[in-house]
């Protein structure tokens, strides 16, 4: 599995789940992915991906996403005024 492959893994947790794992935590959606992919894994097939890692131990994997991010600090009007801008 490639290191681009869990990237894409680790977007689509935090797009559709609210997750933020590292990419090596990934790894068991990525393998479903790709297994899916290849007609391993059907349509109908039900599973569970463990998500080993938090994204927050591997921070600076995502330096290029979180270049275009907006860094809210510990100040709750901070994080509201964040909140109301989007």
Known sequence: MSDEEMVKAVKLLAKYEGLFAEPTGAASVAGFIKAHRAGIVGKDYSAVA?????GLKTILAFKSVLAHSKIVGRD???LKRAIDEN
């Not at 463990?50 to 938090?54: E, Y």
């Open 50 to 54: 463990i998500i080993t890692g938090t």
């Open 76 to 78: 709750s009007s901070e």
